[in-house]
Nanobody
Framework: QVQLVESGGGLVQPGGSLRLSCAAS????????VGWYRQVPGKEREFVAH???????KYADSAKGRFSISEDNAKTTVNLQMNSLKSEDTAVYFC?????????WGQGTQVTVSS
């Protein structure tokens, strides 16, 4: 079993920035794709961004140009840099690691964008 732990959430004003991090209890990011998703109450969890084990990235349209996903050199942490935040970015953000049929999820970190 692998535990994923997200950090970096909080309250930020519109237009501000936050950097979320996802760390794993075992070194798996060499072999797993890692994604960020978000969810607001009453809605389905939605895709935000992912990075594959070879470094390829993909973003939801809502994140393009504002968010950037990256891994540290040791592949122990996956970060989501979020800039130009909007109120509609308010959600619980989850990271997940996927390889084939195996998926691990973190517990989530709250991001609130409000003045």
């Amino acid at each position: 079993q692998v535990q994923l732990v997200e950090s970096g959430g909080g309250l930020v004003q519109p237009g501000g920035s936050l950097r979320l991090s996802c760390a794993a209890s075992r070194s798996i990011f060499h072999f797993y794709a890692v994604g960020w998703y978000r969810q607001v109450p009453g809605k389905e969890r939605e895709f935000v961004a992912h990075i594959t084990s070879d470094g390829s990235t993909k973003y939801a349209d809502s994140a393009k140009g504002r968010f950037s996903i990256s891994e540290d050199n040791a592949k122990t942490t996956v970060n989501l840099q979020m800039n130009s935040l909007k109120s509609e970015d308010t959600a619980v953000y989850f990271c997940c690691a996927v390889k084939g049929q195996i998926t691990y999820w973190g517990q989530g970190t709250q991001v609130t964008v409000s003045s």
